[in-house]
């Protein structure tokens, strides 16, 4: 059964570092990996998806990487700023058109 | 604007009343799906629909209902045989069956009184 773990479960950082949020998951055999950002109480919100045979994916001041055959991707935010606080979700797509979640990294940026 | 509707934003139920959860999208998609969000838990699977007049069971199917008469609309019924159905609801959509984007509506937060 396919596992999907994020780490760290909470991040507090001042306005402006750099950061990297990382996912990991069990099974090697997905189709692709999705980033979501989740404002509280509301819904998800797509922010990257990589294929399976992708390494990585870029918009504006977000990055993200793949490295299937290890089981993680990584979500670098470049520059953050307080409308970077939300929680970030990782989920990566197996069979049949499922998506695992992870728990989730919830950030905070200060400014 | 193309999107995916949740209604209603806040519904509660008493103990062992049916209720049920609106989803329409208006993206044309094929697929759409029903999630749970329980504090400190990762989203989990109830039902998802593929096509029109057929769905499959999730992770988490035991206690809830759903149909497909529409491509737009994809509601899940919450029976009385939930036992703990508070919870935060989402559902979702994908253009395709595999390997697409995942886009979700603003979510439905379901409280038993």
């Known amino acids: 059964k396919q596992e999907v773990t994020q780490i760290p479960a909470a991040l507090s950082v001042p306005e402006g570092e750099n950061l990297v949020l990382n996912c990991s998951f069990t099974d090697s055999a997905i189709y692709n990996l999705q980033w979501f950002r989740q404002d509280p109480g509301k819904g998800l919100t797509s922010l990257l998806l990589?294929?399976?045979?992708?390494r990585e994916q870029t918009s504006g001041r977000l990055n993200a990487s793949l490295d299937k055959s290890s089981g993680r991707s990584t979500l670098y935010i470049a520059a953050s700023q307080p409308g970077d606080s939300a929680t970030y979700l990782c989920a990566v797509e197996t069979s049949g058109s499922r998506l695992t979640f992870g728990e989730g990294t919830q950030l905070t940026v200060n400014p | 604007d193309g999107g995916i509707t949740q209604s209603p934003k806040y519904l509660f139920r008493k103990e062992g009343q049916n209720v049920t959860l609106s989803c329409e999208q208006n993206?044309?998609?094929?697929?759409m799906y029903w999630y749970r969000q329980d504090p400190g838990q990762g989203l989990r699977l109830i039902y998802y629909s593929q096509i029109v007049n057929d769905f499959q069971k999730g992770d988490i199917a035991e206690g809830y209902s759903v149909s497909r008469e529409k491509k737009e609309s994809f509601p899940l019924t919450v029976t009385s045989a939930q036992k703990n159905p508070t919870a935060f609801y989402l559902c979702a959509s994908t253009i395709g069956t595999v390997n697409t984007e995942a886009f979700f509506g603003q979510g439905t937060r379901l409280t038993v009184v």
């Open positions: 990589i294929q399976s045979s992708q």
């Open positions: 993206l044309n998609h094929d697929a």
